[in-house]
């Protein structure tokens, strides 16, 4: 095999990740499921089309583009299309091995290691996460035949490796309330002037952010069409019962519903009270409990068989948002708002799945879906909530200290939700923010970022951050000791996964709004957010969020990497958006 390098190119490469050790060579039988990506030949139409149909001063707003226009757009070229079955089809791979998505943008084929190999002049190991004990077959480099190079955007499972089956969910728990300054009022005023229960301050319920964010009294319907949506994924079961006890205490009227439940990739629905996931039932108790009775479906995405620390049994699994992406772009009516609370360090996707998966987030904006991300845990660090033992060292083999920002938070076609706390609102030392390395500052952010930037001391932070990337997060919320009921139990969480379903659920309210009224879903947020929709968004101008053993950014007026524009006032927003 190896005399054919001279024409194979290497088409991506990476360095051995941190954590992850080479165990042995991968078994020759072991079967991959080889998924190919192939070039959109009209991404950037689309990217035009997406940007149009969301800026509420083009003639085109809201007017979103068809399951069937957007896979036209990103269709292959026929060229690429043959070039690779040829080359699939010189490897003994016929069209009846194949699946493709609905565009053929995607090819996947279930292929032996040892025939992996040889189509991508690799070799795969069996590699060990030193943490978790978890074993995947991977490799570092691998290459194409140069005549089908342009035809390629990347094949996985490769090069990918990151923690934990790729996602870690950004929540933190804590089994008492916080202790907070006690105020003598029954009642206190919040930055935006919403009058709030005093007890808000240190427990955050379903009655507390629709006084704080001015939603109180608004009633959203539960036959207009309108969706709301929650990813799940790593085995996280959302409860009925804690379901039901969480209503029970804090929204009443709704006791007694549930929720619709879609498996993907064989997600399970495992009911047993001591499967239930903290991150699942805080999504799901405070998105339903928001917008009750706004019809709800909650997705649970399989990622890999049950964990078995057994070197004979790696798995091989990709990304699992890969699956439920290739899930929900089939779908023809996918709700209009969702929300996923999983993430990943930017540094340890490799930059060609990053952009292709966030290519296929901009999909669905265009198709009128609102997709929010929490921007992570970590401040300006990585993952880890404890900002003195973060390791914010950079994965490329140069070992530098470097801020470490959030993926899929950091694509630019979706909505970063990073943390607040307290009444009236200061940012949470743990908001996820910064700059992506991989992504460009898009136009929409130009003003907002480039005046926060602008604000800097000169030299601030020089070589830690990419000061012409993509800033995090764009908006804000609520995120710290959120009363939830989790295996039978009551308890406080905090994390910017609280943060993005209570923005979803005042966006999910906002699309009810707009379709009961006749209108157009929001659709992708961002050109919204950042024009008109800033006057219906309260400034968050205190706190900062250290990491990577600095004191990270402020929270300042106008945007910053902290809190972004700020957190929702319904009341003003949904005007805005219905004038
Ligand atoms: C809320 O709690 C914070 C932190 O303890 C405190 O600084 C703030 O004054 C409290 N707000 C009110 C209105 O009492
Ligand atoms: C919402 O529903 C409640 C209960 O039915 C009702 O009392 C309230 O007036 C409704 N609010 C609006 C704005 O219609
Ligand atoms: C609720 O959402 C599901 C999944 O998105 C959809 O299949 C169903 O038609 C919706 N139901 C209503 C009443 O809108
Ligand atoms: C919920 O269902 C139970 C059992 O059917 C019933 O006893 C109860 O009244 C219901 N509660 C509400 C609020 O509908
Ligand atoms: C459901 O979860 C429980 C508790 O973790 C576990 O013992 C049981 O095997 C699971 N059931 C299935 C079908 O996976
Ligand atoms: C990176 O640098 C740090 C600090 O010098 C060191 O502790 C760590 O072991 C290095 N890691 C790698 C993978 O070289
Ligand atoms: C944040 O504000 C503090 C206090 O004003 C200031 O000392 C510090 O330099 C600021 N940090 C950044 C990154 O702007
Ligand atoms: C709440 O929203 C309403 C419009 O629905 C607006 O009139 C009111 O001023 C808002 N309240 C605050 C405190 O922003």
Same mark, same amino acid.
């Given at each position: 095999m190896k005399a054919l390098s001279a024409w194979l190119l290497a088409l991506s490469q990476v360095e051995p990740p941190r954590g992850w050790v080479k165990v042995t060579p991968a078994p020759a039988d072991h079967i991959i499921n080889l998924r190919i990506a192939l070039p959109q030949a009209g991404f950037t139409s689309l990217e035009k089309a997406l940007y149009e149909v969301s800026d509420p001063d083009h003639s085109r707003y809201g007017q979103h583009l068809s399951k069937e226009e957007v896979e036209a757009l990103v269709a292959p070229h026929p060229q690429s299309l043959s070039a690779v079955d040829d080359w699939l089809a010189s490897h003994g791979i016929s069209q009846s091995d194949l699946s493709r998505s609905p565009a053929r943008d995607w090819v996947k084929v279930k292929v032996p290691v040892s025939l992996a190999e040889e189509m991508l002049d690799t070799t795969y190991h069996v590699w060990r996460h030193v943490d978790s004990g978890e074993t995947i077959v991977r490799t570092t480099v691998y290459g194409l035949p140069e005549h089908i190079h342009g035809h390629v955007d990347l094949v996985q499972p490769t090069t990918l490796f990151s923690t934990f089956r790729g996602m870690k969910t950004t929540y933190r728990w804590s089994a008492n309330k916080q202790q907070s300054a006690t105020s003598s009022a029954a009642s206190i005023r919040s930055a935006s002037g919403t009058v709030v229960d005093a007890s808000c301050n240190s427990t955050i319920t379903i009655t507390c952010l629709k006084e704080l964010y001015n939603a109180t009294g608004y009633n959203s319907s539960a036959t207009n069409g309108n969706t709301i949506g929650i990813t799940a994924y790593l085995e996280q079961y959302a409860n009925y019962m804690d379901l039901q006890d969480f209503y029970a205490q804090q929204r009443p009227d709704a006791v007694n519903s549930t929720f619709n439940f879609v498996s993907v990739n064989g997600g399970q629905n495992n009911q047993t009270a001591s499967a239930a996931g903290v991150e699942a039932d805080l999504d799901v108790e405070f998105a339903y +409990? %928001?917008? &009750? =009775?706004?019809?709800? !479906?909650? &997705?649970? !995405?399989? +990622?890999? =068989? @049950? &964990? $078995? @620390?057994? $070197?004979?049994? @790696? !798995?091989?699994?990709? *990304? @699992? &948002?890969? *699956?439920? %992406?290739d899930y929900i772009l089939t779908s023809s009516n996918p709700p209009q708002t969702i929300s996923t609370s999983y993430g990943d360090d930017e540094q340890t996707v490799p930059e060609s799945y990053a952009q292709r998966a966030c290519a296929d987030f901009a999909q669905l904006g265009a198709r009128g879906v609102s997709l929010m991300f929490s921007s992570g845990d970590g401040g300006v660090g990585d993952g880890d909530a404890d900002p003195a033992t973060q390791t914010c060292y950079t994965n490329d083999g140069l070992n530098v200290t470097r801020f470490i920002p959030g993926f899929p938070a950091s694509c630019p076609y979706v909505t970063a939700v990073g943390g607040t706390t307290h009444v009236p609102e200061v940012a949470v030392f743990f908001s996820g923010g910064g700059f992506s390395n991989y992504f460009d500052r898009p136009s929409y952010q130009t003003e907002a970022v480039t005046q926060y930037l602008a604000s800097l001391a000169p030299g601030t932070y020089e070589g830690l951050y990419n000061p012409s990337g993509r800033g995090i997060p764009d908006v804000s919320a609520q995120s710290d000791y959120f009363q939830i009921w989790w295996q039978g139990q009551p308890g406080y969480v905090g994390g910017t996964s609280a943060s993005s379903p209570t923005f979803t659920g005042f966006v999910s309210l906002l699309n009810d709004a707009l379709i009961s009224a006749g209108r157009a879903p929001l659709g992708f947020l961002n050109p919204f957010l950042y024009s008109r929709g800033v006057a219906g968004l309260t400034d968050i101008t205190s706190g900062n969020n250290p990491g990577c053993g600095t004191e990270g950014f402020n929270a300042t007026i106008g945007w910053d990497p902290v809190t972004g524009l700020g957190t929702p006032n319904f009341g003003l927003l949904k005007d805005i958006v219905l004038s």
């Open positions: +409990g %928001l917008t &009750y =009775p706004t019809n709800r !479906t909650f &997705y649970s !995405t399989g +990622g890999s =068989p @049950p &964990y $078995i @620390p057994d $070197i004979n049994t @790696p !798995t091989d699994t990709n *990304e @699992p &948002y890969a *699956e439920w %992406l």
